[in-house]
């Protein structure tokens, strides 16, 4: 059985720091492009961040500069390093193996989200 598991997730002030995590079982990370979205209340779900099978990155516009993926196969985990981070970046953050495109597509493999809150 396919399980994607992301952690994390806080309640952080403005200008914080964060690493989400997203680790799979029943799938091979090595075999996928890797993605992180989120979705804050009332919004659609948003692509923000994906990596290649050889380790290619792309970034929205909204996170470029302070945000970035990487992934380690032999762990089977994609992380997301968050620096910099502002109230708008408040929603639930989720992971998804897919293929690269472009654009992204995304698979049915989801997790069940972390929480990020960026609040003071």
């Known amino acids: 059985q396919v399980q994607l598991v992301e952690s994390g997730g806080d309640l952080v002030q403005p200008g914080g720091s964060l690493r989400l995590s997203c680790a799979g079982s029943?799938?091979?990370?090595?075999?996928?492009?890797m993605a992180w979205y989120r979705q804050a209340p009332g919004n659609q779900r948003e692509l923000i961040a994906r990596?290649?099978?050889?380790?290619?990155?792309n970034y929205a516009d909204s996170v470029k500069g302070r945000f970035t993926i990487s992934r380690d196969n032999a762990k089977n985990t994609v992380y997301l390093q968050m620096n910099n981070l502002k109230p708008e970046d408040t929603a639930v953050y989720y992971c998804?193996?897919?293929?690269?495109?472009?654009?992204?597509?995304?698979?049915?493999?989801w997790g069940q989200g972390t929480q990020v809150t960026v609040s003071s």
């Open positions: 990596i290649g099978r050889v380790y290619i990155t």
């Open positions: 029943g799938i091979s990370f090595s075999m996928y492009a």
């Open positions: 998804n193996a897919g293929q690269w495109g472009p654009p992204f597509r995304p698979s049915d493999f």
